[in-house]
């Protein structure tokens, strides 16, 4: 079948829009938060040194006439604007990794949960922060989610396989309760592994595939497209045999 050029300009837009809008999201991420600590930090830093400068600078030429005090702070503030904005910047991004150094620290971490305690029970604020601090928690927050294993478990119902990430053995209250060995199996969405479902079942419900992390998410997010090389069935044996015949087959039965 010849393809147009409509058909053909679509295949590789498409293709071409999906390895440059990754890089595109990145960049546009990374200066609108470099513009976000040059905007809220940044700036009120450069104020403030502008206005001890022209305090200084005051004090040092000993200005008494109030014209030549505003032509002074008028000249120094557009200086630190145009020449030194960067200082700003440079001052915010130290401030955030000194206020991140404290939050570590052993007196940090219990006055930060103080404040956070105090913003959640505050009216409008405890409707937006949860929300927001969810958002960038998954954004920034370095945490690593152990898997142990690749393995496959019937879900959402008996008869439909689907792939899943074993993190841990079942709730201790299940175990108990059940008298049966669990495991928790985490079973990532396509095409967004990031999100999925978290369920428990018996141990021996599932089943170990001899796949790697990397494979098991590249299998999700491609739709089952992308398979692990030893995973591939061959086409004659995926293939239902009897199911389907030609039609010329038919005609000559009949």
Same mark, same amino acid.
């Given at each position: 079948?010849?393809?147009?050029?409509?058909?053909?300009?679509?295949?590789?837009?498409?293709?071409?829009?999906?390895?440059?809008? %990754?890089?595109?999201?990145?960049?546009?991420?990374? !200066?609108?938060?470099?513009?976000?600590?040059?905007?809220?930090?940044?700036?009120?830093?450069?104020?403030?040194?502008?206005?001890?400068?022209?305090?200084?600078?005051?004090?040092?030429?000993?200005?008494?006439?109030?014209? @030549?005090?505003?032509? #002074?702070?008028?000249?120094?503030? @557009?200086?630190?604007?145009?020449?030194?904005?960067?200082?700003?910047?440079?001052?915010?991004?130290?401030?955030?990794?000194?206020?991140?150094?404290?939050? #570590?620290?052993?007196?940090?971490? %219990?006055?930060?949960? !103080?404040?956070?305690? &105090?913003?959640?029970?505050?009216?409008?604020?405890?409707? +937006?922060?949860?929300?927001?601090?969810?958002?960038?928690?998954?954004?920034?927050?370095?945490?690593?989610?152990?898997?142990?294993?690749?393995?496959?478990?019937?879900?959402?119902?008996?008869?439909?396989?689907?792939?899943?990430?074993? &993190?841990? %053995?079942? +709730?201790?209250?299940?175990? @108990? #309760?059940?008298?049966?060995?669990?495991?928790?199996?985490?079973?990532?969405?396509? %095409?967004?592994?990031? &999100?999925?479902?978290?369920?428990?079942?018996?141990?021996?419900? !599932?089943?170990?595939?001899?796949?790697?992390?990397?494979?098991?998410?590249?299998? &999700?997010?491609?739709?089952?497209? +992308?398979?692990?090389?030893?995973?591939?069935?061959?086409?004659?044996?995926?293939?239902?045999?009897?199911?389907?015949?030609?039609?010329?087959?038919?005609?000559? @039965?009949?």
């Amino acid at each position: 079948m010849k393809k147009t050029f409509t058909g053909d300009f679509r295949h590789f837009f498409i293709r071409g829009l999906a390895a440059v809008l %990754p890089t595109v999201a990145t960049i546009a991420i990374i !200066v609108w938060v470099f513009t976000l600590i040059q905007d809220y930090c940044g700036i009120y830093i450069n104020n403030a040194a502008a206005h001890l400068t022209t305090i200084l600078w005051v004090r040092l030429a000993h200005l008494t006439d109030q014209a @030549d005090i505003s032509q #002074a702070r008028a000249m120094i503030f @557009d200086f630190w604007h145009e020449k030194l904005f960067w200082v700003g910047f440079l001052l915010a991004i130290v401030g955030v990794y000194i206020f991140g150094r404290f939050l #570590a620290s052993f007196l940090g971490q %219990p006055v930060w949960r !103080v404040i956070e305690r &105090t913003l959640i029970r505050l009216p409008v604020i405890k409707q +937006i922060y949860p929300s927001a601090k969810q958002v960038t928690d998954f954004l920034l927050v370095e945490r690593k989610l152990e898997f142990s294993s690749v393995v496959a478990v019937e879900y959402p119902c008996k008869g439909i396989w689907s792939l899943g990430l074993a &993190t841990n %053995p079942g +709730i201790r209250t299940l175990h @108990d #309760a059940l008298h049966e060995d669990l495991i928790t199996v985490f079973i990532p969405s396509s %095409p967004t592994p990031v &999100t999925g479902y978290t369920i428990t079942v018996g141990r021996d419900k !599932v089943i170990d595939l001899p796949m790697s992390i990397d494979d098991a998410l590249r299998f &999700t997010i491609s739709g089952g497209v +992308i398979q692990p090389g030893h995973q591939v069935v061959e086409k004659e044996l995926s293939e239902p045999k009897g199911l389907f015949r030609r039609k010329d087959s038919l005609q000559e @039965d009949a």
